[in-house]
């Protein structure tokens, strides 16, 4: 059984910056196509962005693209989600999630995956 385990929540001011960690606690990310979601309070999960297995192709929601970025190392069996110019609205539970149905050249964030992380909060506030 995949165990993803996110870090690199936290508290941060508009207009900073944060970089979130996606690894696992047992099991290989390598051959995983892996998403990243958020959260709020009182809102349905959305997607933010995928990344396949291959590292070769990444894919993002309208609101995530020019500030967020996806990539893997998988030299470090991690994915990460760095955020910039985060805003109030960014304020989430952000959730890393992988899918090994998808092959290694797509993945798409606009649907679940298989194995979920339990999350890290991040809250952007002045």
């Known amino acids: 059984q995949l165990e993803l385990v996110e870090s690199g929540g936290g508290s941060v001011q508009p207009g900073g910056s944060l970089r979130l960690s996606c690894t696992t606690s047992?099991?290989?990310?390598?051959?995983?196509?892996v998403g990243w979601f958020r959260q709020a309070p009182g809102k349905e999960r959305e997607g933010i962005s995928c990344?396949?297995?291959?590292?070769?192709?990444?894919y993002y929601a309208d609101f995530a693209k020019g500030r967020f970025t996806i990539s893997r190392d998988n030299t470090k069996n991690t994915v990460f989600l760095q955020m910039n110019s985060l805003k109030a609205e960014d304020t989430a539970e952000y959730y890393c999630?992988?899918?090994?149905?998808?092959?290694?050249?797509?993945?798409?964030?606009?649907?679940?995956?298989?194995?979920w992380g339990k999350g890290t909060l991040v809250t952007v506030s002045s």
């Open positions: 999630a992988a899918e090994l149905g998808y092959g290694s050249n797509y993945c798409d964030y606009r649907y679940g995956m298989d194995h």
């Open positions: 047992g099991g290989i990310l390598d051959d995983y196509a």
């Open positions: 990344i396949t297995s291959s590292g070769s192709s990444t």
